[in-house]
């Protein structure tokens, strides 16, 4: 696959994406979302890659939609581009495998919407992350409003949005914005240290737990387990479940394929 405005490459089991637009700080355009969105779309498919990292290239992860492309914009113009986010967003979220945000700088407005659209988020402590959109008389259009509270809390993202204000990667940390800090340098390493833990347990099975969490997050609790049974039970129709108990009998690794 070739892109413009991304870069992709895989290693082992996992595929790193760079947001490559430096001299804009990864700025999110038309052609930037619909690249993303035909990225996550194939590799979603691809039986080989178990784990996506997604990170920026230069001192931004992503700074931001495009304010410049989106000057100009009528109201229809801005409806097709927040439905792009959001279709690009719900990709990467209902990928049928982890994906780890690796928060190298500046991960503001559409920035940090992509970064919750991730599993896991991992920052840089050079990072800082926020939803400044309120400064341009505008609010958030790829789904700030709707996952930032279902992670942090209504009262602390009702805060963050109104204030528009930036946290560093520490305070984001603290309330739960944010899995782990760690020094610029160690950044990839880390989120591909992590990839490759994920990466060798059962990949059917993380999907099942991943659509069990993400499913039942938004149901009553008996309506979340009900849905685990489901996920559970599927989990013992697969050829993957027979490897990992064989091996945890014979005190083995377990060889797990593709799923």
């Known amino acids: 696959m070739s892109f413009k405005n991304i870069t992709l490459k895989q290693e082992r089991a996992t595929a790193l994406i760079t947001c490559n637009r430096p001299r804009v700080l990864n700025a999110l355009n038309a052609d930037t979302l619909s690249e993303l969105y035909e990225v996550f779309t ?13 990170t920026g290239n230069g001192k931004a992860f992503v700074a931001g939609a495009d304010i410049a492309a989106m000057q100009q914009y009528t109201p229809d113009e801005a409806r097709r581009f927040s439905q792009l986010g959001h279709k ?5 979220q209902h990928a049928g495998k ?19 659209a991730c599993d896991i988020i991992i920052a840089s402590d050079k990072a800082m992350l926020g939803l400044p959109e309120v400064n341009l008389g505008l609010i958030q259009g790829f789904g700030g409003t709707q996952r930032l509270p279902r992670l942090i809390g209504k009262a602390r993202a009702k805060e963050l949005i109104f204030t528009g204000e930036a946290l560093t990667a520490a305070r984001a940390c603290e309330i739960g914005l944010v899995n782990r800090v760690v020094p610029p340098d160690h950044l990839l390493t880390e ?18 737990a991943k659509r069990a969490i993400d499913r039942g997050y938004n149901e009553n609790l008996s309506e979340g387990c009900a849905l685990e049974i489901d996920a559970f039970v599927e989990s013992f129709t697969t050829e993957e479940h027979e490897e990992g108990i064989k091996a945890f009998l014979e005190k083995r690794t377990p060889l797990f394929s593709d799923y």
């Open 88 to 92: 690009t967003m719900d990709a990467i």
């Open 191 to 208: 989120a591909e240290a992590l990839a490759h833990k994920i990466g060798e347990k059962g990949p059917g099975a993380i999907r099942l």
């Open 42 to 54: 194939t590799l979603n498919d691809d039986k080989g890659v178990r784990v996506i990292i997604i």
């Open 98 to 116: 982890p994906v780890i945000a690796a928060v190298n700088g500046y991960a503001l407005g559409g920035g940090l919407e992509l970064a919750l």
